[in-house]
């Protein structure tokens, strides 16, 4: 008789494995009492929807009925999504480095009946998989000294802290030492960083940007460009419908794999929004315009809040949702010959199996020129055969979509849309803003003033971790910022507060990514570094600097710039992961705030806006009453002024928007 519990959960990749005939369980209580009660090791799987190489280990191994006699006799199995549970993941995915030196997914850790880990890799081919198995279980039956000592050690070596000591004399990231080995990692040809596989790293991209376009430094927002006019070009964006995929697979931004996150758009979002203000790159602007309209497409819920990710596969096959035959593109949008050759479509495809991936070596303006044709008529003709390639898509079977609503991804997306309501004034960004925002206020705030991580269908669940309330105090923050409705600083600040009393260890000086309050696990861990998404550790920081400038908080400044001066270190010798850490400690000195107060003070606020400055945060109000410090006694009647303040010290008041 089968057992599998997965029925029951809402997680999309959860769900996917709930006819399997393992036995699987949901991370539980209930788990590791059967595990004890039955002495049997724990194997603790893990995965998410959208991962090409899980699907192909279930395909192969939990979905063989031999193979799922074998887990069910000797192990309790349970299934783990990672966007759920990042906490459970990060705890076996250390373990799982410690052992193999790599890490990834799927994730497969084995574990004593307490959760302590024993032993695990990533992916496996299903005799490989079956000979784990049964040694695994062999050993644990007749070695078993062996296997607490192996856990002993994998568990101490976890539960090792990666926060440094503060050092005696406060200290600043050395700029030099920063620029240059940030240019060490540069693909000064490709952009991005580093060679196949190429991530974004929006974090690192936009360290580079603001810190270059600060000083006048055009080799580090030069490079960022790059990236951005690679990227936006290659086959990681697509050029039919908008959006990027995770990553590509070479280091040309050629071939993605093509699972599409929404925390990934969210940032990248962000970058671009702020490279057009910078630039006023038409580009720029259409790509923010073509990756909001996709995720407004694609991956928004009736209520306004974003779901998490689209699936690499469909069909079972990774990206046939996405790519062209030649034959097929020729009966949708007939004979164009600059179509084909700015594309680089191939009679017998460019990719494998005779397949065609849309990407460009040159953006569009270049192309015209080189050509000698109208620019403005070949980006109308480029548009509309792309919409009927669009139209026809969407009659093919779709990638599957994870529609769960997670708090932390949420609140990035959001963030971006204030950045490209910044950036472009398009009131219908803000409205998806607030809309957005309010779900999360009203289904994932819980009455104690606590979050819940994920939620599906209205329903919330799973205690939120330091990135839920991270984001999203950045995101109120954000909102706050181009609205100037200070309901959002004061959740902002309610917020705040919760994580102080709950994720921060006053004696160490340590943000926990675990709340106090939460499941206790084998180790408590920090998130320090950025990778793929920002450190939360690192944006938490942020948000007290930004709070205590608009509420005059000195001990949140204070607490801030102590975490910033003990990872000043790691800030210089490693800057693609500790962006956030870099960009607070080198404008440590030179914070802005722009300050608006009168009855112009919306008009005002959007004109400035179209303008990036580094480091500043606005605050306002059309209003003589506030609740925020940086806005007292400066509300004058019949008049509206604008003060500019850098590192506590401020201008004159103006009147003069372009004088600001």
């Not at 990681?236 to 590509?248: L, P």
């Not at 596969?313 to 996405?322: A, I, P, Q, R």
Request: net charge negative.
């Amino acid at each position: 008789m089968r057992n599998n519990k997965l029925i029951h959960e809402t997680s999309p990749y959860l769900l996917q494995h709930a006819h399997n005939p393992v036995d699987w369980y949901p991370w539980s209580d209930e788990a590791f009492a059967k595990a004890r009660k039955e002495d049997k090791l724990i194997l603790i799987s893990i995965g998410y929807s959208a991962c090409h190489w899980c699907h192909v280990m279930e395909h192969e191994s939990f979905e063989d009925e031999a193979v799922a006699a074998l887990m069910n006799k000797h192990f309790i199995c349970i299934k783990v999504d990672r966007e759920e549970r990042p906490d459970v993941d990060h705890i076996y995915m250390e373990a799982v480095q410690m052992i193999s030196g790599r890490g990834g997914w799927p994730l497969n850790c084995f574990a004593l009946p307490d959760g302590k880990p024993v032993w695990g890799g990533t992916y496996f081919p299903q005799e490989q998989w079956k000979q784990v198995l049964s040694t695994l279980s062999n050993i644990y039956q007749n070695e078993r000294p062996k296997v607490l000592d192996q856990a002993k050690h994998l568990t101490e070596g976890i539960q090792q802290q990666d926060f440094p000591e503060l050092s005696i004399l406060p200290k600043t990231a050395d700029e030099e030492t920063i620029i240059k080995n940030l240019n060490a990692h540069f693909d000064s040809i490709n952009g991005g960083f580093g060679s196949a596989p190429k991530f974004p790293m929006p974090v690192a991209l936009n360290l580079a940007l603001q810190w270059g376009y600060l000083n006048n430094n055009n080799n580090l927002p030069g490079f960022s460009f790059l990236t951005l006019d690679k990227m936006a070009n290659g086959g990681i964006y697509d050029q039919v419908g908008g959006g990027f995929a995770r990553y590509s697979v070479d280091e040309h931004w050629f071939a993605p794999h093509f699972e599409k996150m929404l925390y990934d758009n969210a940032q990248l979002v962000s970058l671009y929004s702020i490279a057009y203000q910078i630039t006023r790159n038409e580009d720029y602007k259409r790509i923010v315009s073509e990756t909001i309209a996709f995720t407004l497409r694609e991956l928004t819920s009736p209520e306004g809040a974003f779901y998490s990710a689209l699936d690499a596969d469909s069909e079972g096959v990774e990206g046939k949702f996405y790519i062209w035959r030649y034959n097929e593109l020729k009966t949708i949008i007939g004979e164009d010959e600059h179509f084909y050759k700015y594309f680089n479509i191939r009679l017998n495809g460019n990719w494998e199996d005779g397949l065609n991936i849309l990407h460009s070596s040159i953006n569009r303006k270049n192309y015209a020129k080189n050509e000698d044709i109208d620019p403005l008529k070949f980006e109308e003709d480029l548009q509309r055969k792309l919409e009927l390639l669009l139209q026809q898509r969407s009659s093919r079977i779709r990638p599957g979509l994870d529609d769960k609503i997670l708090t932390a991804w949420n609140s990035l997306m959001i963030s971006a849309l204030c950045e490209a309501y910044k950036a472009l004034g398009r009131e219908d960004y803000l409205q998806s803003t607030e809309k957005a925002l309010n779900y999360l206020l009203n289904v994932t705030l819980q009455k104690d003033g606590s979050l819940h991580r994920t939620s599906k269908n209205g329903i919330s669940k799973i205690t939120g971790f330091l990135d839920d309330y991270a984001f999203l105090i950045q995101a109120l923050i954000n909102t706050y910022q181009v609205t100037f409705n200070e309901k959002y600083i004061q959740q902002a600040l309610s917020l705040c507060q919760y994580v102080m009393d709950h994720f921060y260890n006053d004696a160490n000086g340590i943000f926990y990514y675990t709340s106090s309050k939460g499941e206790t696990l084998v180790a408590r861990k920090t998130e320090i570094q950025d990778n793929v998404i920002p450190s939360s550790v690192g944006t938490m920081v942020q948000n007290l600097i930004h709070l205590s400038q608009l509420m005059h908080l000195p001990e949140y400044e204070t607490i801030a710039e102590m975490l910033i001066s003990k990872l000043y270190e790691q800030a210089e010798k490693n800057p693609v992961y500790y962006a956030q850490w870099a960009l607070l400690s080198l404008l440590q000195n030179k914070r802005q705030e722009i300050v608006i107060c009168g009855e112009k003070a919306d008009e005002y606020r959007k004109e400035i806006q179209k303008t990036f400055r580094v480091g500043t945060i606005y605050a306002g109000t059309n209003q003589p009453e506030t609740h925020l410090d940086l806005l007292n006694q400066r509300y004058q009647e019949d008049k509206t002024l604008i003060y500019k303040c850098e590192n506590k010290v401020c201008n004159l008041p103006t009147s003069d928007v372009n004088s600001v």
